[in-house]
C-alpha cells in the first residue's frame, strides 16, 4: 500500500468546521476509490472517480460529503459542517491487476483519521 | 445485494500453530473475487489473498491459503505456522465482476497470536 498516499494522517476538526481528506493513488493510475471505517466496522464503499469524473457515487451521504478527482492534484474528500458522526477512518485505494488474472485488486493507503470534538 | 459474514469477532491461536478464519458470503452473479485484508493496530489496510469464483485451485500466498468452497459459499483463510506479528484485525471481502467496482467488506475477526 505504500504507493497510494493519503493526508493528513490525523485530523481533528470541531463540530461544524470542513475537513478536507487528500489522496494520491500509485503513480500512473488514474482512478481512486474512497471508504470509510467506523469504529468497531469493515470499510464501507463511498466512492469511484477517475480523473475530472465520478464513476460511482452511490456510497456517499446526501450532504455535507463531496469528492474531486482534478486533472492535476490530488483526489480530495471533502466534508461540510462536520459532526461526531464524521469521526471515523476515510481510506483511498487505487487497484492493479493481481498476478496477470484479470482481476483488479485494490491496494489502500494509510488512511486519514478523522475526529470530530 | 451482496454480503459477507464474519462469525468470529475474535480469534486466538498459539505462535505456531495453524488458525482458520471463517467468512461466507452471498452474491447472485457467477462472477466474483473474494479477497483477505489485514489490519495492524497502526490501521493501514493490507491485502493478503485474492481468490476468483472461477479459480479451480484454491489460492495460496505464502502462509495464507483461502479455503474456498464455492457449494457452500465460504472462502475461510488459513494462517500456517502463526507469528506474534500476525495479531490484527482480518477482513474479508468480495466484489461482483459483473457490477460494479465496489468491495462489500465482514465486520472483521481479531486474531491474537498468543507466545
Known amino acids: 500500500n505504500a504507493g497510494v498516499m493519503q493526508n493528513p494522517r490525523h485530523l481533528v476538526r470541531r463540530r461544524g468546521q470542513e475537513a478536507r481528506l487528500r489522496c494520491s493513488p500509485m503513480?500512473?493510475?488514474?482512478?481512486v476509490y474512497w471508504y470509510r471505517q467506523l469504529p468497531e466496522e469493515g470499510l464501507k464503499f463511498m466512492v469511484y472517480?477517475?480523473?475530472?469524473?465520478?464513476?460511482?457515487e452511490s456510497g456517499m451521504p446526501k450532504e455535507r460529503f463531496s469528492a474531486e478527482f482534478p486533472k492535476e492534484g490530488p483526489s480530495i474528500l471533502r466534508i461540510q459542517q462536520v459532526v461526531r458522526g464524521d469521526s471515523a477512518a476515510y481510506f483511498c485505494?487505487?487497484?492493479?491487476?493481481?498476478?496477470?488474472?484479470?482481476?483488479?485488486?485494490?491496494?489502500f493507503g494509510a488512511g486519514s483519521r478523522l475526529t470530530v470534538l | 445485494a451482496q454480503k459477507i459474514t464474519q462469525t468470529q469477532p475474535g480469534m486466538f491461536v498459539q505462535e505456531k500453530e495453524a488458525v482458520t478464519l471463517d467468512c461466507t458470503y452471498d452474491?447472485?452473479?457467477?462472477?466474483?473475487?473474494l479477497f483477505w485484508y489485514k489490519q495492524p493496530s497502526s490501521g493501514e489496510m493490507i491485502f493478503l489473498i485474492y481468490?476468483?469464483?472461477?479459480?479451480?485451485q484454491n489460492a495460496t500466498e505464502g502462509r495464507y491459503s483461502l479455503n474456498f468452497q464455492k457449494a457452500r459459499k465460504s472462502a475461510n483463510l488459513v494462517i500456517s505456522a502463526s507469528q506474534l506479528g500476525d495479531s490484527a484485525m482480518y477482513f474479508c471481502?468480495?466484489?461482483?465482476?459483473?457490477?460494479?467496482?465496489?468491495?462489500?467488506f465482514g465486520k472483521g475477526t481479531k486474531l491474537t497470536v498468543n507466545p
Open positions: 485505494a487505487s487497484s492493479f491487476e493481481w498476478q496477470g488474472s484479470g482481476a483488479n485488486v485494490l491496494t
Open positions: 503513480k500512473g493510475h488514474s482512478h
Open positions: 472517480l477517475q480523473k475530472e469524473n465520478i464513476i460511482d
Open positions: 452474491t447472485s452473479d457467477p462472477s466474483y473475487g
Open positions: 481468490q476468483g469464483s472461477y479459480d479451480q
Open positions: 471481502a468480495m466484489r461482483d465482476w459483473g457490477g460494479s467496482e465496489k468491495l462489500v
